[in-house]
């Protein structure tokens, strides 16, 4: 008997939670990353409680996790003119989570924890530096051809999970559309050292600013703060790029006498875009390669690792437990449907808001959140649904 192997494209998080879960349910997995080595870029920065609490399946992960990042307790709603609108304390879900919080901690942290317990597997392999250019199926298997270092090879599976990112080659090779839409304008985040909260009465670790004008996002991680700006559709990427915009933006954010000192800059495209399958025979997409936001929330990484446990433990149930694979349709529903009514709903609407011109529907808004943080059991379902919550308890009630 052939022991049971599932192929995953990309090494970020996503498909190391997917490897490290199948491989520690004793099943072979060959990670393929086109990467020479794990991204340490700075992107996601933001663990939302359940994230956390699916996490700790793998013995210490989570604590670890937690150790090289900060915790969150409130998050807060500000205006870039007048200051603190609304400010809410997640220790209001301490009966729902065993992590009462947010956790600022760079993905790449988590990355790195998964790649060391998944290599100490004997039947789990990573191979950097691996671009998938193309994927064939059967009945019975899945076959997918790498190049790597110059050579061609194919690997054959089980199971192929596409978690490959934005422009995966998983979802593309397998025909699968990539329905939504591109927004004219692109983000630009700054990461600098300067302690905003020196100067920002009461700022939190994690701050959502609106403005008709310039809205802003302000996240703190252990040494640095990230604050992501819009962009305005005409300007080009090499003027907003330049010392000299950059210097001019975080000084109209907060004026200092001294410039700032950029420790990382990155301009980016934002999408809505979700993939029109999930699954296509033995190929599964997660993630990025299956839906995509703004990062406005913190939805999308922690809506990619919900979905690499929701679809493990079915493929767990198909391989080992000689589970009809339809299962692996109930994946598709049940994130599918999360990635349309909540992350990219959500998403969206939080953008809306935050950008509100209106100065009528921008009071109308301040004074809904406000209303919200002053009732305790308000606060609790406003924090259940934002934490992502309510998105996993509408995935499971879909058979």
Not at 204 to 220: A, F, H, K, Q
């Amino acid at each position: 008997m052939t022991t049971p192997h599932v192929l995953i494209a990309g090494a970020g998080p996503v498909g190391l939670v997917s490897a490290l879960a199948l491989a520690r349910a004793g099943i072979a997995v060959t990670v393929l990353e086109r990467n020479a080595g794990l991204a340490e870029d700075l992107r996601a920065s933001t663990f939302h409680p359940p994230t956390l609490d699916m996490l700790e399946q793998f013995e210490g992960l989570t604590q670890q996790l937690i150790a090289q990042g900060l915790v969150a307790r409130h998050t807060q709603q500000r205006d870039r003119q007048t200051g603190l609108v609304a400010e809410f304390d997640m220790d209001v879900l301490r009966n729902d989570t065993r992590h009462p919080y947010r956790l600022q901690c760079e993905q790449w942290k988590l990355s790195r924890l998964l790649l060391e317990r998944l290599l100490a597997l004997p039947h789990a392999e990573v191979l950097f530096g691996s671009t998938v250019d193309q994927v064939t199926q059967t009945a019975d298997a899945v076959s997918v051809r790498v190049q790597a270092q110059g050579e061609v090879k194919t690997l054959r599976g089980d199971y192929l999970v596409g978690a490959d990112g934005a422009w995966s080659a998983v979802r593309q090779h397998s025909g699968i559309a990539f329905d939504g839409f591109t927004y004219p304008e692109r983000f630009l985040v700054v990461s600098t050292d300067f302690e905003f909260a020196d100067h920002l009465p009461r700022l939190s670790y994690v701050n959502y600013v609106s403005d008709p004008d310039e809205w802003c996002v302000l996240l703190r991680v252990p040494t640095l703060w990230r604050v992501l700006f819009p962009t305005r559709p005409e300007e080009t990427d090499e003027s907003v790029m330049t010392d000299t915009s950059i210097e001019q933006r975080l000084q109209q954010l907060q004026p200092r006498h001294q410039p700032y000192k950029v420790v990382h800059r990155t301009l980016y495209k934002v999408h809505q875009r979700i993939a029109q399958r999930f699954r296509h025979g033995r190929v599964l997409l997660a993630g990025d390669a299956a839906h995509i936001n703004n990062p406005l929330g913190g939805m999308g990484m922690n809506g990619g690792v919900q979905d690499a446990f929701n679809l493990c433990e079915k493929l767990i149930q198909v391989i080992q437990l000689g589970a009809n694979d339809a299962l692996l349709d109930r994946y598709e529903r049940q994130r599918r449907t999360v990635a349309i009514e909540y992350v990219n709903a959500d998403t969206q609407r939080n953008k809306k808001l935050i950008e509100e011109r209106d100065p009528i529907v921008r009071g109308r808004t301040h004074d809904e959140l406000r209303a919200i943080a002053a009732d305790p059991k308000a606060m609790r379902a406003y924090l259940h649904k934002t934490s992502m919550f309510d998105a996993l308890a509408r995935a499971a009630s879909i058979e």
